[in-house]
């Protein structure tokens, strides 16, 4: 009894001291003095610990909770509650009070190898429960939640100590993307994927009967950031247009022989044409087309008419004899006649040393329908000689470390005739470019040499092969597959490594991996692209197999098409001294993965090379009025004093015609009026090639 009286005493001391009032905490009093307190665990504790208590016909227990350190220190003293009979549990007194060091006044830490990586904790304030705050972690770039779930951090009420969960890992680049596979493609593989230029670039090709549209589709993955960029480019579905238009809806065009399979082609990625061959007697380009991506046919366009059947051969006159040949012309030659919107005409063009004086000379015959009989109109132009001429090398000796002056590489522009002696072997154009010389056609006057060629010294120059690895599944770094822009400083080298046969080409332009290397630095920039294997047939990329066409400067190919279209063109210039005969050595490889045979091949020449004078086939070409010479032949439109005013066509169209045109020159007739399309011819030591290409009104 002296004991409980002496409890509490001290318990009802204590509370005085501490200005606790003694009224009992409803909602923590009472109960058996036997049980644990019932009042709520004090924060900054570990729960009522150190309990005391004595039975004398009543029961006085006194429970303590001892304050978490360092976290905590007891203000005044460490929470302590009384328990007595019959009133219970009474109100505990004394707290624990957070320290500088508690989970409350800081801030989650960031000292293991998945917290380092957050940059910033987003905390709130919480009442009750057993956090007193709560913590979400936000990851620096280049890092990602580990496990997917957001760093989180919890304070605890009662130990003061932070509870971090989860953390923050480094991205990478090093798998395939984290995106559905593009529809209509093979999927995403490990083995497409490469860096470039310091990008993780994975591709997914197109699967059989689909196509890239408008490339193959592709995602880059970020170094900085390791996120995958939104999938570029996708695969369309391909409709097949049959290799003949259907011959129900679209019979032969009259006065032809049909559509033939021989007679379609893949003239564009959106275009499958056939023209049907006119019969004997009947000109003119029956077309019809079908485009790939819906499959659909459309409607023939283009007739086969009637020519003036009474009109062959070269001009006669009314008594039946030949007429003479134009003064100062090459003569009459039916490879210069030809039927233009129903009208028979033959051209005697200028030989050299001539040039057209109103227009090449020429004769039109007509006949009436059905009838065997014809007439000659009466010879209109002529052929003037050449007073002024620029069309020999410059007058001066070699540039010092160059190949010479060559006629090959002479060229009439604006008015000038430029001549360009490139560099030997071991030297490079100066930074005042490539030895050079012009000759003023209107006065036949040269200008003094400009530029110079100095030694190739190595180290800094691009002469040579790039020293970097070629990439995978390529030919490597071969010297026909490089060439050169620009002068002085600003000049450039661009070589590409061509794909093998079953690989495709990624680079940026569209082509093989390259390699650029500055004049001005010496220095080659890092591999643009890459090869990839593809599902084409076996020569659908890649060059020839073949071996290169003696005295050619090898192989250089493109392809067009897709599907049961694709096709691999290769073509070999000659090297100076040679020419095509009967034209330039090329190869095809098509959709079966088979080459076909070289057609073509270089031959010497048994003297220089000569121009042509004239028209192409000697032909003013007035189409119906829809394409006229232009590029490389009329002048650009410029009329010289070295050149004449021509009226070939009478009011359908008016023409520029050089005197004559250098060996290699590709002219071309624009259409206009409507149509599209052009004619082409090449001019092949003193001969223009057969005319290609034609007008279409769609």
Same mark, same amino acid.
């Given at each position: ?5 002496v ?14 009032? %003694?009224? #009992? ?5 009472g109960? !058996? ?10 924060p ?10 004595v ?19 007891? %203000? $005044? ?17 004394g ?13 989650p ?38 496990q ?19 953390g923050?890992?480094?991205?990478a680049?090093?798998? #395939? ?8 493609s #093979? ?15 994975c591709?997914?090709?197109?699967r ?17 950031t390791?996120?995958?960029?939104a999938?570029?480019?996708?695969c %369309? ?6 290799s ?35 019969k ?7 077309t ?16 086969c ?24 012309s ?18 005697? $063009?200028? +030989?050299?040393g ?12 007509t ?7 014809? !007439? ?7 052929c003037?000689k ?6 020999t ?26 001549c ?44 040579a092969?790039?020293? #970097? ?20 400083p600003?000049?450039?080298t ?22 650029v290397c500055?004049?001005?630095?010496? +220095? ?8 990839i ?14 071996? +290169?066409p ?6 250089s190919?493109?392809t ?19 020419y ?5 050595p ?13 057609k ?10 000569q ?5 192409p ?11 006229k010479?232009s ?9 010289? @004093? ?12 008016n ?6 045109? @250098? ?10 009026g409507?149509?599209?399309?052009s ?9 223009w090639?057969?005319?290609g ?6």
């Amino acid at each position: 009894m002296k004991l409980l009286a002496v409890l509490l005493l001290c318990g009802a001391a204590l509370a005085a001291a501490q200005g606790v009032p %003694q009224a #009992i905490d409803p909602a923590g009093t009472g109960g !058996s003095c036997f049980q644990p307190p019932t009042c709520e665990t004090p924060p900054g504790t570990d729960g009522w610990q150190e309990c005391t208590y004595v039975y004398s016909g009543t029961t006085v227990r006194v429970c303590t909770a001892v304050c978490n350190k360092p976290y905590f220190t007891p %203000q $005044p003293n460490d929470p302590t509650v009384l328990c007595t009979n019959p009133e219970g549990w009474q109100t505990p007194v004394g707290s624990c009070v957070p320290t500088s060091s508690n989970c409350v006044n800081t801030e989650p830490p960031k000292n293991t190898p998945t917290t380092s990586s957050i940059g910033s904790w987003d905390c709130k304030t919480l009442t009750g429960g057993d956090y007193a705050k709560q913590c979400t972690g936000t990851c620096l770039s280049g890092y990602a939640p580990l496990q997917n779930e957001d760093p989180a951090a919890h304070c605890d009420r009662y130990t003061g100590k932070w509870q971090v969960t989860g953390g923050c890992v480094e991205k990478a680049c090093t798998s #395939i993307p984290d995106l559905a596979n593009p529809t209509g493609s #093979i999927g995403w593989d490990a083995s497409r994927c490469q860096s470039v230029a310091g990008v993780y670039v994975c591709t997914a090709p197109c699967r059989d009967g689909y196509r890239p549209s408008p490339s193959v589709p592709k995602s880059s993955c970020s170094p900085d950031t390791g996120d995958w960029s939104a999938v570029t480019g996708s695969c %369309q579905k391909v409709v097949e247009c049959g290799s003949m238009p259907p011959p129900d809806s679209n019979p032969p065009p009259t006065n032809s022989n049909g559509f033939t399979q021989a007679g379609c082609a893949l003239m564009s990625p959106t275009s499958f044409e056939c023209v049907a061959e006119c019969k004997p007697g009947y000109f003119g380009e029956p077309t019809i087309s079908c485009n790939p991506a819906t499959g659909f046919w459309g409607s023939v366009t283009g007739t086969c008419r009637g020519s003036s059947s009474g009109c062959t051969g070269t001009p006669v006159s009314s008594s039946g004899n030949p007429l003479p040949d134009p003064s100062g012309s090459v003569g009459w030659n039916v490879q210069f006649c030809f039927t233009s919107s129903g009208l028979y005409t033959c051209q005697a $063009p200028c +030989e050299p040393g001539y040039e057209p004086e109103g227009s090449i000379p020429f004769s039109v015959c007509t006949s009436p329908p059905g009838s065997s009989t014809a !007439s000659w109109s009466a010879v209109k132009g002529s052929c003037r000689k050449v007073q002024v001429s620029c069309s020999t090398t410059p007058p001066y000796s070699a540039p010092s470390n160059s190949i010479g002056w060559q006629q090959q590489y002479c060229r009439e522009v604006n008015q000038q005739y430029t001549c360009t002696a490139y560099c030997s072997t071991g030297y490079r154009q100066g930074s005042d470019g490539l030895p050079s010389a012009s000759c003023d056609i209107m006065t036949g006057q040269w200008t003094a040499v400009g530029g110079s060629c100095v030694p190739d010294n190595g180290g800094n120059s691009c002469s040579a092969l790039p020293p #970097i690895d070629p990439p995978k599944n390529s030919l490597g770094w071969r010297k026909q597959a490089c060439y050169t822009t620009g002068f002085g400083p600003r000049a450039t080298t661009t070589c590409y490594a061509t794909c093998v046969n079953g690989c495709s080409g990624s680079g940026s332009n569209g082509y093989d991996p390259y390699t650029v290397c500055s004049w001005a630095t010496g +220095e080659w920039s890092e591999v643009n692209g890459f090869c990839i294997p593809d599902d084409k047939g076996a020569c659908a990329s890649g060059y020839p197999t073949v071996p +290169e066409p003696d005295n050619s400067c090898g192989w250089s190919c493109s392809t067009m098409g897709w599907g049961p279209y694709v096709q691999r063109v290769c073509t070999a210039s000659c090297k100076p001294g040679y020419y095509g005969f009967p034209c330039a050595p090329s190869i095809t490889c098509t959709g079966s993965g088979s080459w076909s045979g070289v057609k073509g091949a270089c031959v010497p020449y048994e003297k220089p090379a000569q121009p042509c004078w004239g028209y192409p086939g000697g032909k003013p070409t007035c189409h119906g009025g829809k394409a006229k010479w232009s590029s490389g032949c009329g002048g650009g439109g410029y009329c010289y @004093k070295s050149r004449t005013y021509a009226k070939n066509c009478g009011s359908r169209c008016n023409l520029y015609c050089p005197s004559h045109v @250098k060996h290699g020159t590709r002219c071309t007739a624009p259409c206009s009026g409507g149509a599209s399309g052009s004619f082409k011819a090449t001019c092949i030591n003193g001969q223009w090639s057969t005319i290609g290409g034609g007008c279409r009104v769609w």
